[in-house]
């Protein structure tokens, strides 16, 4: 029988093919092979992390648990020392708190200096700048001032005048209608006596770009060391925009920590004559006073008798 060499060609190529696709599902198959086991791989390694991820929370959740007891123990520890550290070492000084900025709420700072034997005889808050207001408030305002003083006043200088002639009734007791006009008309709140004045404190910081430091708490610090009296100034940490610099700049003693007890007790020191710069910001010389005063060298207590 005679064959053709079709029939070979036809014969071989398809023997060809056949082993070209063997080998090729073969590959296909290892490699789906590796590939498979590389999968494996990677979900294993990620399930490791993840177990490890998940152990390193934990412990971190544990750790947090014990500093929080450990902090509970401490604010218990302060509640119970600070009043007994602290008792008597404002004995008789009469206090005038001005806050500048109605932002944040000094609470535990009064009430610490409750402790301390201090009596806040008033409690200034300022709103808002006196220039802020609509026009006719503002030409109210300057002509209740122009009257009152006798002198021209230029706007642009309204809250600088407003802030010095507040301070000195303050401190002083005297211009008392000019208090009850800021009061009445929505520029301050108002608590207390004015006068009678023994130290000031002055409490900025703010979370408003737009703050006042220049034009109402410098004017102000400036009065009050005119008239002798010495000033303070404090802060909270959190105050986004911080005064303190502004404040050094008038060599005036600051706390930019007012809010915890530490600052607390730094404010205290600071009254009683330890003077600087305290706190936890980078304005701050250290983080409180190295110790009180002695009782018999206390500043307070010159500052008290000054005033008999």
């Known amino acids: 029988m005679n064959i053709n060499i079709k029939y070979y060609v036809l014969t ?15 590959f296909m ?23 490890d991820l998940q152990t390193e929370n934990n412990n971190l959740k544990n ?3 014990e500093l929080n007891k450990q902090i509970g123990y401490y604010n ?12 008597d070492k404002l004995s008789g000084v009469k206090v ?10 000094y609470s535990g700072m009064r009430n610490a200096l409750l402790k301390a034997g201090a009596t806040i005889e ?14 006719l408030e503002v030409e109210n305002l300057v002509n209740f001032l122009s009257n009152k003083y006798g002198v021209t006043i230029d706007e642009k200088h309204l809250n600088e005048f407003v802030a010095s002639k507040l301070a000195n009734a303050i401190v002083t007791g005297q211009d008392v209608d000019l208090i009850n006009y800021l009061k009445t008309n929505g520029y301050i709140d ?43 100034g404090v802060e909270q940490s959190d105050a986004k925009y911080s005064y303190i610099d502004a404040y050094k700049k008038q060599h005036i003693s600051t706390i930019d920590n007012v809010e915890d007890i530490i600052g607390q007790t730094s404010l205290i020191m600071v009254m009683e004559g330890k003077e600087g710069n305290y706190g936890v910001k980078p304005s701050a010389m250290s983080l409180m006073p190295d110790s009180f005063i002695k009782a018999d060298n206390s500043t307070h207590n010159s500052a008290a008798n000054s005033k008999k």
């Not at 086991?37 to 390694?45: D, L």
């Not at 005038?96 to 709420?105: G, K, L, M, R």
């Not at 008033?122 to 026009?135: C, L, W, Y």
Request: hydrophobic residues 45%.
């Open 190 to 232: 108002f608590t207390g006596i004015p006068g009678n004045t023994d130290f000031v404190i002055i409490a900025g910081g703010s979370n408003n770009k737009d703050y006042n430091v220049v034009s109402i708490d410098i004017p102000i610090i400036k009065q009050v060391k005119l008239l002798n009296v010495p000033i303070v």
């Open 122 to 135: 008033s409690i200034t808050v300022i709103k808002d700048s006196f220039n802020t207001g609509n026009e």
């Open 96 to 105: 005038a708190i001005i806050e500048t900025t109605n932002e944040f709420i």
């Open 29 to 51: 198959l290892d490699g789906q092979k590796v590939f498979s086991e590389q999968q494996t791989a990677i979900i294993n390694e990620l399930e490791q992390k993840f177990k």
């Open 12 to 26: 071989i190529a398809s023997i060809f093919i056949a082993l070209g696709i063997g080998i090729f599902i073969g």
């Open 76 to 87: 218990q520890y302060h509640q119970i020392i600070f009043p007994e550290l602290v008792a």
């Open 63 to 65: 750790t947090v648990q």
